[in-house]
């Protein structure tokens, strides 16, 4: 049996090596299902590592605190931009145990200017507890402090990318900038920090919260607390996420006076913002590699139609092997076996030319070359059990020829 065996693995290769061309135009659906199912696999768990580095770079165990009723079906969107202002923010730092920093935010988009030099940028007021909260480092200089925040002073922390823009190499500390026809001292410079979610974290100016509402923005604080966009706060721990998430929350509610209805706020931990891509992500990789693997499929119907094919134009053969003493199971197994080499050959070769793409794919984008161990054994197993099931059909046709009626055509 053992002999038969490998009688039949050696005819089937010989025959496929003497039809090099044939053979390999039959693989090559296999070989591009393959390619496929790794590649787009791979590119989808390369774009959820991605998402999640987006968000790990906002900052660690961070809370992020959105004015606004959440809204769903036709008024999605609708929020009130007022529901959260500069004392919420001190509340919550004050009377929040298990919150280590709080930081404000309120932005605008406007025109910055250094002599002859100006760039559009996000002019974030803020307090002077953001580097720590965000996970941000000052490069040169520093930060503002809370003495700056409480007389008022107009100076400002560039992003690296605005720095680079307005002055070049130049040093940018001690120098002068406009906002809105007023000046700010340059006191810092951040450390590089990237784009995250499509928003570019370096093409932004820091000044304190207090003169972004009462002279960037015009809002007088002296009868009402600035309104803020967002607040970020830091967590201990990310055990501690949780329970700062419900203090936040209660606390909020007493201060808004909300007994009963929607809440006019919304806090999301990092983890509940993660999670939520992440499941995205899945569904993406999961709909890329049905996808894919339809093509392995059509490969294997490729292999069936040249493996019929491959049956007529060896009628006589198969009838001159069955009359020098072959069974039908030996013409089986043999046609059986030369549809398994051609589907485990281009297999292989599929998942070469996959993971090449990948890697270009990680060379030529942000995205990280993750080859999947699971896709790359799920594509092989595929591709043996394509080669198997639709090599029986056209192995059955060859086993049940009359040797008589073979020999004659």
Known sequence: MGANFLENINMATKTLGANKLRSGLTMLGVIIGNASVIAMVAVGQGGQRYINQQFESLGTNVLFIYPGVEQRGPQAGAVQANSLVLDDAEAIAREVPAVTGVAPEKSERLRVTYYNR???????????????????????GEFFNFL?????DRVAVLGSDTASTLFGAQNPLGQKIRIRNLSFKVIGVM??????????????????????????????????????????????????SSAAQYQITNLLRLRHNILQGEDDFSVRSQQDLMATADRVTEILVLVLGATASISLVVGGIGIMNIMLVSVVERTQEIGLRKALGATSSDILIQFTIEAIILATIGGFIGIGLGVGGTMIVAALSPLEAIVSSQAIIVAMTVSGAIGLIFGVVPARNAAQLDPIIALRS
């Open 118 to 140: 100006e760039t559009q940028v996000n002019i974030t007021g803020t307090t002077a507890e953001y580097p720590l909260v965000r996970d941000s480092q000052v490069a040169q």
């Open 148 to 152: 700056d925040l409480q007389t008022g």
């Open 191 to 240: 450390a590089e920090k990237g784009a995250s979610l499509g928003q570019n974290q370096d093409e932004v100016v820091f000044i304190p919260i207090t003169v972004m509402a009462n002279q960037i923005s015009g809002q007088d604080t002296n009868y009402s607390s600035p309104t803020l966009q967002t607040i970020s706060v830091a967590a201990k721990d990310p055990e501690s």
